[in-house]
């Protein structure tokens, strides 16, 4: 059995680099057990605890400060796979990427998943990972059970039926409920998705997006700051048979054009911005029209080695053009020169207190920075308008709003944070960030 290992002072930094800390320890336990007698630890030391997997959150949300930093790497046993219920339940530091490889050799699948695979599955649900559907929401929407460690040692578990307030609480917890480790996720029969990738016009997306969120089971796009053009991607369910991109063709378009070209193109605009419009356009012209059907996790996702800063805002999916037509006036009238494609997608409601999405229609609107890039006052100026819209950040996007603001925005907001008050009175798992948006 994994034995919990500790370690003084190292130092710790997210996948873009733009948060860091230096924690007073390093724990990796490979029980409920072993954390908990480590977060009863910290708790007479008088540290904080705070768990990290990927470090894919471009805020502090996971950042340890000089507390206990909870590594999740030896926490990763697929535990039960149940074909009756349609479920499986997996340690938390599982990464999504072999999840979704381990699913597929079972025959089964998640139904709907984000663009990117490398998080671990508590991460990504503690902090809202989505992707886009008509019908189906985020990783935590698709969680029908979890363990977690509590303040006190004690390991609960919990679902509909059994504690179900903290279920409902900690599905999509930000980490300030508790450690996570385990999580039981809905599952089904393995499925082919048939994606087709399109350009289009700025006004023709809009004006046909009723129709094209529909009619497709999952769709969204991309607009190119500083042109008119868009690309479309639209995923739907196929019988087959599967015919996936050309392994040549995949590498050249997905990960060579996508990842080791467009870092070039990133790395001159950070140098010289007033060519950025141009780049922009040249690489909305490289958007050809493409379809392939695949493995539904392999369309679903896509690799990301350039590496970014993002802001990721949910607005009324009623309300999506109207901000998208004053976004792209913002960025025309302002002297902003915005390299990233601005991407556009979509959830329907859900029930989760701190979803994005929580009890209304939704479409996500990210923006992005090359690492490394001055900020002109591009995210401000989107964020601004965001909030205007009633935007609710995405928990692991930057963003600046704060507790009174985010209590006007969730309707359940207050139910989260008396839930909080119940279990973590004195506050073990909670940092800087936490404080910021749940309040002291």
């Known amino acids: 059995m994994p034995q919990a290992s500790t370690a003084t002072r190292t130092r710790w930094t997210n996948w ?20 908990a007698k480590e977060i009863l630890r910290a708790a007479e030391q008088g540290r904080s605890v705070k768990a990290a ?6 805020t502090a949300i996971a950042s340890p400060g000089d507390g206990l930093l909870v590594r999740p790497h030896a926490l990763t046993a697929v535990r039960e796979i149940d074909r009756e219920a349609g479920t499986v339940t997996v340690e938390s530091g599982l990464p999504l990427s072999r999840l979704n490889r381990i699913l597929a050799a079972e025959g089964l699948a998640l139904t709907n998943m984000g663009d ?9 649900t503690s902090t809202g990972t989505h992707g886009t559907g008509r019908d189906s929401g985020s990783l935590a929407a698709q969680v029908r059970a979890l363990e977690i460690v509590l303040a006190d040692g004690t390991v609960r578990r919990c679902s509909p039926t059994e504690n179900p307030r903290l279920f409902q609480g900690a599905r999509l917890g930000l980490g300030a409920l508790g450690v996570i480790t385990a999580l039981t996720f809905a599952v089904e029969p393995a499925f082919l998705l048939t994606a087709h990738e399109q350009p289009m016009g700025f006004d023709e997306v809009l004006e046909r997006l009723d129709d094209l969120t529909a009619v497709n089971e ?37 990960d060579f054009l996508s990842n080791t070209v467009w870092e070039g ?42 590496r970014f800063v993002e802001m990721e805002y949910a607005v009324p999916r009623a309300a999506v053009a109207e901000v998208l037509r004053e976004l792209k006036a913002l960025v025309e009238r302002s002297d902003w020169k915005v390299s990233f494609p601005v991407e556009v997608r979509f959830a329907p409601a859900d029930d989760l207190w701190l979803s994005t999405a929580s009890g209304r229609d939704s479409a996500y609107i990210a923006v992005h920075l090359y690492r490394g890039t001055r900020d002109p006052g591009y995210f401000t100026g989107v964020e601004q308008l965001m909030s205007a819209h009633q935007g609710r950040p995405h928990w692991g996007k930057l963003h600046t709003r704060d507790a009174e603001y985010l209590a006007g925005v969730y309707p359940h907001f207050g139910d989260f944070t008396a ?11 909670g940092n800087d960030y936490l404080r910021r948006v749940l309040g002291a």
Request: proline share 8%.
């Open 16 to 35: 873009a680099g733009n948060q860091s800390a230096h924690p007073a320890r390093t724990a990796t336990p490979g029980t409920a057990e072993e954390l």
């Open 53 to 58: 997997g990927s470090g894919h959150s471009f």
């Open 116 to 124: 990117i695979e490398v998080q671990t599955v508590a991460g990504a």
């Open 218 to 254: 999952h769709f969204e796009f991309y607009w190119f700051p500083h042109t008119d053009r868009c690309s479309t991607k639209r995923n739907n369910r196929s019988q087959g048979p599967a015919a996936p991109l050309p392994r040549f063709k995949g590498w050249l378009e997905d």
């Open 265 to 306: 193109a990133c790395r001159v605009g950070r140098r010289f911005p007033g060519a950025i419009p141009t780049i922009a356009s040249l690489a909305s012209r490289a958007w050809s029209d493409r379809s392939y059907t695949d493995t539904s996790h392999k369309v679903f996702t896509s690799p990301r080695r350039v």
């Open 419 to 429: 839930l909080r008050d119940e279990v973590d009175p004195q506050r073990l798992f």
